[in-house]
């Protein structure tokens, strides 16, 4: 006859099991580790309890508790007390709570469904090797078993993909420590996506297109090696981001792991990347080409003749303007209206005088703002704008003042042709020992200090040649040109005309094969 204790024992065993076995399934982890520590208790050692690798996570959740649902009452006791200790032993504490008839520790549901509704927007903005799952390994929310199974997949999303579902297996304590080590790891966007909360956003789907739009092309007109410092002391680039950039073995290699990280990263971290860009000399094309030119112009105000009053109310008038774009006011949606018709927006307003910066789509949009500049429409918008706020204070007119040439100089930061760039990679081998890289040639071409040196440095000849053309090729168009001037000017004649014969050259086709 079975013990009345056996029987209760036996009963609650099976209780736990069938009134939470959904809550199971989600929370217990069948890691390797917790696998091998089950198979040492003696009952299920005894009936062969062996999950294979191959299965599925719930079929070896499934078989685990198919096999404890059939323990005899007579065990239940002994087998319980086994699972759970193996369990507290493989670091599921909160999983031998469920056994033990407390709920408190599992994943709450609020938790668990923001991180399973979040999934596709974690997997692609959230970075796992950008110290998070060092953090989360020595805050011992997770283990590193488990940071080695994440950083045992070769893509960021699939990383990051794993490390949600091992999360979401944990306890609840774990999603506010996830929380913790995301801010701490300058990853604020993603703490916005699960909590709704701080002024970080992830970077926008206009911006995400965008740069899968001009992947290629950018990849092969990006110098990364111009950018990293500066990205990492604006606080878009961490030292973790510097080491993955910097382990590409070739340049191209370099530029799409920059673009993948970037993808990554919060509106501000992309402003920071395109206003490097702006300010690099020799990256200002890539700006161009991700976000369009940008045109600055300078904004006069005609006031009464009192120069008091000129500065006073220019100081006063700064101030308006920059909180009217800012807020997209009233008095400013008519000139809004008409430059977003042209492709064309205004993006900042900085002081230093008054400077209305406006970002224009493509090339069509900046010949469309040089029509609303040179036909005073622009002069007449603002006008209508601000005038009525500042008439009494002596203010009479607007005027803009763009300098000459600013239109001119967006059609210099045209990106490298294919053809162009086809013939600096492809003419490499063949003109290794026929261009002579004298200081001379050097000083002849817009090349930064970096730059310069990266060329000067080069062990051979040919690697000089090499390092010149590749940097050429990822130059603006109008590099091809200047660099054809001066081959000419310094008298290699040889190279500029095979330059301006490829491909049709049968002979130098030959000569490359």
């Given at each position: 006859m079975v013990d009345e204790m056996a029987v209760r024992t036996g009963a609650n065993l099976r209780e736990v099991i069938d009134s939470h076995a959904s809550l199971l399934f989600r929370c217990i982890e069948p890691s390797l580790e917790l696998m091998i520590h089950l198979k040492s208790v003696a009952y299920l050692e005894q009936r062969g309890?062996?999950?294979q690798a191959q299965e599925t996570t719930d079929v070896k959740i499934w078989t685990l508790l198919d096999m404890l649902q059939k323990v005899p009452y007579e065990e239940c006791e002994t087998v319980k007390n086994g699972v759970i200790a193996k369990l507290r032993t493989s670091g599921q504490n909160h999983v031998a709570d469920v056994f033990c008839g407390s709920l408190d520790t599992v994943m709450s549901n609020d938790h668990y469904h923001t991180l399973l509704q979040n999934t596709t927007k974690l997997c692609q903005?959230?970075?796992?090797?950008?110290?998070?799952?060092?953090?989360?390994?020595?805050?011992?929310?997770?283990?590193?078993?488990?940071?080695e199974r994440i950083r045992s997949y070769s893509s960021y999303n699939d990383m990051a993909r794993k490390l949600v579902e091992i999360i979401m297996r944990k306890s609840d304590s774990a999603?506010?420590?996830?929380?913790?080590?995301?801010?701490?790891?300058?990853?604020?966007?993603?703490?916005?996506?699960?909590?709704?909360?701080?002024?970080?956003?992830?970077?926008?789907?206009e911006w995400t297109d965008k740069l899968l739009e001009k992947r290629s092309v950018v990849v092969q007109s990006i110098d990364s090696e111009c950018l990293v410092s500066?990205?990492?002391?604006?606080?878009?680039?961490?030292?973790?981001?510097?080491?993955?950039?910097?382990?590409g073995i070739t340049n191209n290699k370099k530029g799409e792991t920059m673009l993948d990280l970037i993808a990554r990263k919060s509106e501000e971290a992309f402003k920071g990347?395109?206003?490097?860009?702006?300010?690099?000399?020799?990256?200002?094309?890539?700006?161009?080409?991700?976000?369009?030119?940008?045109?600055?112009?300078?904004?006069?105000?005609?006031?009464?003749?009192?120069?008091?009053?000129?500065?006073?109310?220019?100081?006063?008038?700064?101030?308006?303007?920059?909180?009217?774009?800012?807020?997209?006011?009233?008095?400013?949606?008519?000139v809004n209206d008409l430059l977003a018709s042209n492709g064309v927006a205004v993006i900042q307003v900085e002081k230093g005088s008054i400077i209305v910066k406006f970002q224009c789509r493509d090339q069509a949009a900046v010949a469309s703002?040089?029509?609303?500049?040179?036909?005073?429409?622009?002069?007449?918008?603002?006008?209508?704008?601000?005038?009525?706020?500042?008439?009494?204070?002596?203010?009479?007119?607007?005027?803009?003042d763009i300098p000459d040439g600013t239109f001119e100089r967006n059609n210099q930061l045209k990106l490298m042709t294919e053809d162009h760039r086809e013939t600096l990679l492809s003419s490499a081998e063949?003109?290794?020992?026929?261009?002579?890289?004298?200081?001379?040639?050097?000083?002849?071409?817009?090349?930064?200090?970096?730059?310069?040196?990266?060329?000067?440095?080069?062990?051979?000849?040919?690697?000089?040649?090499?390092?010149?053309?590749?940097?050429?090729?990822?130059?603006?168009?109008?590099?091809?040109?200047?660099?054809?001037?001066?081959?000419?000017?310094?008298?290699?004649?040889?190279?500029?005309l095979y330059f301006r014969r490829w491909p049709r050259s049968s002979e130098h086709q030959d000569a490359r094969e």
């Open positions: 309890f062996s999950p903005f959230l970075d796992p090797e950008n110290g998070l799952l060092d953090e989360l390994v020595s805050n011992e929310v997770i283990r590193i078993t488990d940071a999603f506010k420590a996830l929380i913790e080590a995301l801010d701490k790891t300058g990853q604020r966007h993603v703490t916005y996506i699960l909590t709704g909360e701080g002024d970080s956003r992830p970077l926008s789907k500066t990205l990492i002391s604006k606080g878009v680039f961490t030292a973790h981001d510097k080491d993955r950039v910097e382990g990347f395109i206003e490097t860009l702006q300010e690099c000399e020799c990256q200002k094309h890539v700006a161009v080409e991700l976000v369009g030119p940008v045109v600055a112009a300078t904004v006069k105000a005609q006031v009464t003749e009192s120069v008091d009053a000129d500065v006073a109310v220019e100081t006063e008038l700064l101030h308006q303007i920059q909180n009217a774009f800012q807020n997209n006011n009233t008095e400013v949606k008519p703002l040089k029509h609303l500049y040179s036909s005073k429409q622009l002069d007449q918008l603002f006008t209508e704008a601000f005038l009525p706020q500042f008439a009494d204070k002596g203010l009479e007119s607007l005027s803009l063949w003109l290794g020992d026929k261009i002579g890289i004298s200081g001379e040639l050097l000083d002849k071409l817009s090349l930064c200090t970096r730059r310069r040196q990266a060329i000067e440095r080069a062990a051979t000849r040919e690697e000089q040649v090499k390092t010149l053309l590749d940097i050429v090729s990822r130059q603006p168009d109008s590099a091809f040109t200047q660099l054809l001037s001066a081959l000419d000017s310094t008298d290699q004649h040889e190279a500029v």
